[in-house]
């Protein structure tokens, strides 16, 4: 089976999660500022990726980086969270 990356920004605001993202396909793409709680955001995309036929192995989330970073390094992988500990993550 082919293993695919996907890259998303997850943005925090007005007391609101939302995503940028780049995929050809729109639910993979950006989600609008709605969501309570980043693992609400994230479930969300979860259910798109299954709803077009993927199957979600591990998710990859990196520390929040303020708005200026010019003293930060950004760290990208900060927790993984394989989709059998999903269930425990979202509770």
């Known amino acids: 089976s082919v293993v695919r990356h996907h890259l998303v920004l997850g943005v925090y605001g007005g007391d609101k999660y939302g995503a940028f993202g780049i995929s050809r396909c729109p639910a993979l793409m950006n989600k609008p ?16 990726y ?15 980086v303020a708005h200026d970073t010019t003293a930060e390094q950004v760290v990208w992988n900060y927790l993984r969270v394989s989709a ?3 269930a425990v993550v979202t509770k």
């Open 33 to 48: 500022m709605q969501f309570d709680t980043l693992a609400d955001l994230l479930a969300d995309f979860k259910q798109s």
């Open 50 to 64: 299954e709803g077009v036929g993927h199957k979600v192995q591990m998710i990859t989330i990196g520390r929040p």
């Open 84 to 86: 059998s500990d999903w």
